[in-house]
């Protein structure tokens, strides 16, 4: 019989055993590849990381019920159309959306069908 402690440990393992199988995935290693690309140009680096923080800043205010004004959705557009101009900035988030669809399909898989949370009673119209 398998002890609580056990199965506990079992569950890591399976876990470390998976995040190392990942890291071997061809999407990890490309990823890894097109991310040395733009890390080592830092030109480029700088390119992504003000895309992102733009980004991410517009996204938190459309999500806290704010409009974008014209300027700030021309000023992603133009943003979006240096990035696409730029062939190794453009591999890097297409090799990162990538791992991300693999991680969230993972995600799916492993917690699709666990039970978790309370959902609140529906009420009987009769």
Known sequence: M???EEL???VYDLANRMARQIKKSDEYKEYLKKREKVVSNEKTKEMLLDF???Q???Q???LSGEDLSEEEKEKLENLRELVELNSNLKQYLQ???KVNVMLN???KIV???LDLGIEPEKENKD
């Open 95 to 97: 090799a990162e959306y």
């Open 105 to 107: 399909d993972i995600q």
């Open 2 to 4: 398998i002890t609580k």
């Open 60 to 62: 938190a205010k459309q």
């Open 56 to 58: 991410m800043k517009l």
């Open 111 to 113: 917690f699709g069908d």
């Open 52 to 54: 992102q923080q733009e």
């Open 8 to 10: 506990v440990m079992s």
